[in-house]
């Protein structure tokens, strides 16, 4: 069963704007990473943020992380045609392992 | 670096024939992984390999078998593909060992887009 699930489902915006995405999980954590996907390609990895981290910038890119509320949150900064793709959440336990969510797929429109 | 190689790019096969993805990294991870991914479910393991010489199953291992052939290779069999499992399979792999906290993404191929008819 899927760890993480993302939401919204989907996100359309202009350029320029800011896009948040959400991620909620289940049980507890030792890490959660964010993923880019590019239609008809692989997963790409954008930024992990540990169990005893809050906050994580990476470029335009900042995530948020509160276990309290098993709750992470992705936003991508003055977004670009560029970042239209799909954006996965995954966490990791105790293994290796990880879990995704099923996914937001961006569209930012020129 | 070519990262995560995945072969091949794309197959078609009829119901009950047998196939085998293939699967290489080059960065001389421990741990590498072979995902499917469907319309809607977002990406889900099939097995997984922390080390070389060990493998275990994942969320969805049924229909499958996979062989670590050494740290680079890991590769993953259909025995008798049925319809259910036309997807788009993803190899993965990750530095892996025991040492917390962990640090590092996944690296992920390119994807087999294989249709099963």
């Known amino acids: 069963s899927q760890q993480g699930e993302e939401d919204p489902q989907a996100l359309s915006i202009q350029e320029g704007e800011n896009a948040t995405m959400n991620c909620s999980y289940k049980?507890?954590?030792?890490?959660l990473q964010w993923y880019r996907q590019n239609s008809g390609r692989g997963l790409v990895h954008l930024i992990l943020?540990?169990?005893?981290?809050r906050e994580k910038h990476s470029g335009r890119l900042r995530v948020t992380l509160d276990t309290s509320k098993k709750s992470s949150s992705l936003l991508i900064t003055a977004s670009r045609a560029a970042d239209t793709a799909s954006y996965f959440c995954?966490?990791?336990?105790?293994?290796?392992?990880?879990?995704f969510g099923k996914g937001t797929k961006l569209t930012v429109n020129p | 670096n070519a990262g995560v190689t995945q072969t091949p790019k794309f197959q078609v096969l009829k119901t009950g024939q047998s196939m085998t993805l293939q699967c290489a990294q080059d960065?001389?991870?421990?741990?590498m992984y072979w995902y499917r991914q469907d319309p809607g479910m977002g990406l889900r393991l099939i097995y997984y390999?922390?080390?070389?010489?060990?493998?275990d199953k994942g969320e969805v291992p049924n229909g499958y078998n996979v062989s670590r052939l050494n740290k680079r290779e890991f590769s993953l069999r259909l025995e008798s593909a049925a319809p259910s499992q036309t997807s788009v399979y993803f190899c993965?792999?990750?530095?892996?060992?025991?040492?917390?906290?962990?640090?590092?993404?996944?690296?992920f191929g390119s994807g087999t887009r294989l249709t099963v008819v």
């Open positions: 390999s922390a080390s070389e010489g060990t493998t």
């Open positions: 049980t507890s954590i030792n890490n």
């Open positions: 995954a966490t990791q336990g105790g293994s290796e392992k990880l879990v």
């Open positions: 960065m001389n991870h421990n741990s």
């Open positions: 993965a792999s990750s530095p892996g060992g025991d040492r917390l906290p962990r640090r590092y993404g996944y690296t």
């Open positions: 943020i540990r169990s005893n981290e």
